[in-house]
């Protein structure tokens, strides 16, 4: 008990601590609300596909791609965005006002909560935890698998929010945001180069190691950054509803199945991250784009990103009390 109790610690501590700093560091004023946006932007165009590529191209593929793990969690992720779909709709139903008085349709609402349940923040969290547990060459899963869930968790965003803005783009607008995606052409480009076995040279394979490293941390710490803990009042109902859909209702659902399918080890934790893992940062971004409730957007992502530090940790524990982590 003790012992599974310091691994699923030391998965979940890291995380906690670069979230913390970030928060401090706001607080401290050594940086502004608007440079973290700004700096995770970059982040996600440049840090983060570099990371999905260097995971890529160092791992051993024959282990690192598990067909039927990355099939169960596609099936699964589409299975919570058709439950959240249906269910979302019949459950917020009153229209709303933001913190400056501006009046939020229940549509919008509807369009945030519906994304917060399914999107996951699996490019940060997901490689960091298993990594954290597994070390980085049986984590290649999870780099692999973020290729696979990373697309689909875009399509299904600019289909919900394209719903509900009643937008006549339709699968134009889903194609483009899959083709502008920096996330996965790093997957794409990475697959380009280790397939034909095409190997980088050892100078610049260490410098973009390098500048790989980075992505993780910094995302958490410009997470940190953003976090406010004012006007939750006002949303509180809504927050509720999406932080226990995405951290609770999830991976209860979904987690159960996976073990009873016999997934085990680094592809069992990989896909409860998918699941346990908090609301996708760039939600917030693109709900802000469709004019989509930002503010609440912006909570969910700040209230699931808190308490998913638990949940993640939990599920570890009993993960591995079962027997079905195995480190």
């Not at 930002?294 to 638990?310: K, R």
Request: charged fraction near 10%; hydrophobic fraction near 55%.
């Amino acid at each position: 008990m003790y012992q599974n109790l310091i691994i699923s610690a030391n998965a979940v501590l890291p995380l906690i601590l670069c979230m913390a700093a970030g928060y401090l560091f706001r607080i401290a004023h050594l940086i502004t609300e608007d440079f973290c946006r700004k700096c995770n932007t970059f982040c996600f165009k440049t840090f983060l596909p570099l990371m999905i590529f260097m995971n890529v191209y160092n791992s051993d593929l024959e282990s690192a791609v598990q067909p039927n793990a990355f099939i169960f969690a596609a099936a699964a992720v589409l299975t919570v965005f058709a439950l959240a779909f249906l269910i979302i709709p019949h459950l917020v139903k009153k229209d709303s006002v933001d913190s400056s008085g501006e009046p939020v349709p229940a549509k919008s609402r509807q369009a945030v909560l519906i994304q917060a349940i399914f999107r996951s923040n699996f490019v940060i969290f997901g490689y960091q935890v298993v990594a954290n547990v597994y070390g980085s060459e049986r984590a290649a899963v999870a780099s692999v698998m973020a290729a696979i869930v990373v697309p689909l968790y875009n399509v299904l965003a600019v289909i919900t929010l394209e719903y509900f803005t009643n937008s006549k783009n339709g699968i134009g607008s889903v194609l483009k945001g899959i083709a502008k995606n920096p996330l996965i052409w790093g997957a794409i480009l990475a697959f380009a180069v280790k397939l034909p076995g095409i190997t980088i040279p050892k100078p610049i394979c260490t410098g973009l190691g390098n500048m790989a490293a980075i992505a993780t941390p910094l995302s958490l710490v410009v997470l940190g950054g953003t976090f406010h803990f004012n006007a939750l009042k006002r949303n509180a109902a809504a927050l509720l509803l999406g932080a226990a859909g995405k951290i609770v209702l999830s991976p209860l659902i979904m987690v159960p199945i996976a073990a009873l399918l016999g997934f085990r080890d680094a592809n069992l934790l990989s896909l409860m991250i998918v699941f346990a893992s908090p609301t996708a940062v760039n939600s917030y971004t693109m709900a802000d784009a469709y004019g989509h409730d930002p503010e609440l957007a912006g909570q969910l992502v700040v209230m699931t990103s808190i308490f998913s530090m638990g949940s993640v940790f939990v599920w570890i524990l009993i993960l591995q009390n079962l027997g079905l982590i195995v480190v």
